[in-house]
């Protein structure tokens, strides 16, 4: 029998945890993660793909399992040695092993190997077990607009401005409202390499529980990709984000607002489309949603969606690839 051919869009933590239930679930599929590049960010003059990082170390075994993201046994003396010069950003913590890979990447970019390159080269070292590729090559990065919260208050609108995602996630908490994501870049990028052929060579393509706006969102605005899912032969399964109206980890709510998006899971299929989804599912708390669903002509299914274990992980996996034979049949 054929090895089964499973396209995965993928952000971090999220993306990063279904794809380890995936890879348990069907352990000879050939796996291949389109990964998010728009959180990408320049610190210390190095080039930091976090999405890239987190499915790379969690599938490779050498993340931070408490936090989702970084390295395990990590230190950080030399982010420390930085702040004692007064360098900064303080509020991204870099530790002393992930600063290796950044140096790596940083290098192998200076001397012209494109990130797809560049992605398969570090992934020689932590053997995933998937074909990680970056959605892109070319440079994108998304930016949140909000009220400036350093600007004098005044008369008259709030001032406002557009600053990194990483920015409004990690120093600001999405405490401040999101007014627009713009991914930059994404408009004049093209598909990284191999990007389109394993959309149009699936059996299968999956959206993992990740940030349906700044991660598979920004993975589908870079020109190709979306018209190459919403065109594949394959059937189209998702997975909710939002369990009880709520994320189940993370702000996703926060840019789910600033699209004119609900936080429910019947809205955030809705945000996808029929045009690009095939099946839905829904965690069994949102049960009433899968007639709504359906009615916009998404298959939809309620089963657990709780991440807690790599089995329970695994069995939602096994729904989702079930739901597509079903659409497939």
Known sequence: MPTQRIVVLAGGIGGARFLRGLKSAVPDAGITVIGNTGDDIHLFGLKVCPDLDTVMYTLGGGIHEEQGWGRAGESFAVKEELAAYGVGPEWFGLGDRDFATHIVRTQMLGAGYPLSAVTEALCERWQPGVRLLPMSDDRVETHVLIDDPDAAAGPGAPSRKAV????????????????????????????????????????????????????????????????????????????????????????ADKVLAAVGVESTAAAVAGHYGSGLLDGWLVDTVDAGAVETVEAAGIRCRAVPLMMTDTEATAAMAREALALAEEVRA
């Open 164 to 251: 990194h995602f990483q920015e409004y996630w990690v120093r600001l908490r999405a405490g401040v409202p999101a007014h627009a994501i713009i991914p930059v870049g994404a408009e004049q990028a093209k598909p990284a390499p191999g990007v389109l052929e394993a959309i149009a060579a699936a059996d299968v393509i999956l959206f993992p529980p990740s940030n349906p706006v700044v991660s598979i969102g920004t993975v589908l605005a870079v020109p190709g990709i979306r018209e190459a899912v919403a065109g594949a032969s394959a059937p189209v399964v998702g997975l909710s984000p939002i369990v009880g109206d709520a994320p189940v980890r993370g702000m």
